[in-house]
């Protein structure tokens, strides 16, 4: 926790708007997308997904492949708690929506569906576009299934075991998007880049979420941004934001949302 406080405070100092971005690209990323006001009628069903889930009282068993939640080791677990605790926020969630369609990502691959917030946002945000999720826990992933179908998604896939094991079954040459949003560590998020860049092309976004999480979480982000394969990146404090375009410089950019 003091980490994340230090780094937010860091943080607070180099961050911008979009006063002083001189990229078109990351202008236009900020501006249109980022800081985009627009009441998409969407956002009723992404509210309503999570308002659905956080009262959702059903016990589900859990089981965690990854470091797990900071706030109970608990393995018996209500569905609202896993919502408030562990699922992306509305605005997150949002966000992730205004992405997909600002992209209009037609192949989405998210490392961890756990309740599916920000898969079933994904999946709105661009409803031509598939997303496959991985998820570890098999009673998490089917009822997730589940309550996808009932909320209407039809573009969203989730595949069940431990992210080393599926991602090199899956069949898709490239991905336009991946959310790495599992597993949040610096050995296991540097083994995930690593084994999905074979996976990317030119306009191809990494979103990897928590990069403060945790010491090692942040030099695994900071590792990344050194990789000579990226070439823009865009620190919003929880979520790194990495393009690999090559017409653009190398440049590490801090957006406040
Ligand atoms: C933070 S939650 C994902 C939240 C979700 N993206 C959302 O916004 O609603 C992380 C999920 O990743 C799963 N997970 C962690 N490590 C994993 C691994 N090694 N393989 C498969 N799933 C894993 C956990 O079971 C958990 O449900």
């Known amino acids: 926790m003091l980490h994340q406080i230090k780094e937010y405070l860091k943080f607070l100092k180099r961050s911008t708007n979009q006063h002083g971005v001189h990229s078109p690209f990351v202008y236009n990323l900020v501006t249109q997308c980022f800081y985009n006001k627009k009441k998409h009628a969407d956002y009723t069903l992404i509210n309503n997904y999570k308002k659905a889930l956080l009262k959702n009282k059903m016990a589900i068993e859990i089981t965690d492949l990854g470091t797990g939640s900071m706030y109970t080791k608990n393995n018996i677990r209500a569905i609202h708690s896993i919502a408030k605790n562990s699922g992306a926020s509305l605005k997150r969630a949002k966000l992730l929506y205004r992405l ?11 490392l961890g569906t756990s309740l599916g917030i920000s898969t079933h946002a994904i999946a709105l945000g661009h409803k031509k ?28 896939e989730i595949l069940v075991g431990d992210f080393s094991k599926v991602i090199p079954k899956l069949a898709q040459p490239t991905f336009d998007f991946i959310l790495f ?16 860049l074979p996976k990317i092309h030119n306009n191809t976004v990494f979103i990897f979420d928590d990069i403060y999480w945790s010491k090692g ?33 190398k440049e590490h950019f801090t957006i406040r949302l």
């Open 181 to 196: 949003d599992g597993n949040h560590n610096k050995t296991a998020t540097l083994t995930y880049f690593d084994i999905l």
């Open 217 to 249: 979480m942040t030099e695994a982000w900071e590792i990344i941004k050194q990789h000579p394969k990226v070439k823009v990146t865009v620190d919003t404090f929880q979520y790194g934001f990495v393009f690999f375009r090559k017409e653009q410089v």
């Open 129 to 156: 576009g598939n997303v496959i999720s991985i998820e570890g826990c098999p009673k998490i992933a089917a009822f997730s299934s589940k309550n996808l179908m009932n909320h209407n998604i039809t573009n969203a």
């Open 100 to 110: 997909a369609n600002y992209f209009q990502f037609k192949t989405s691959l998210e």
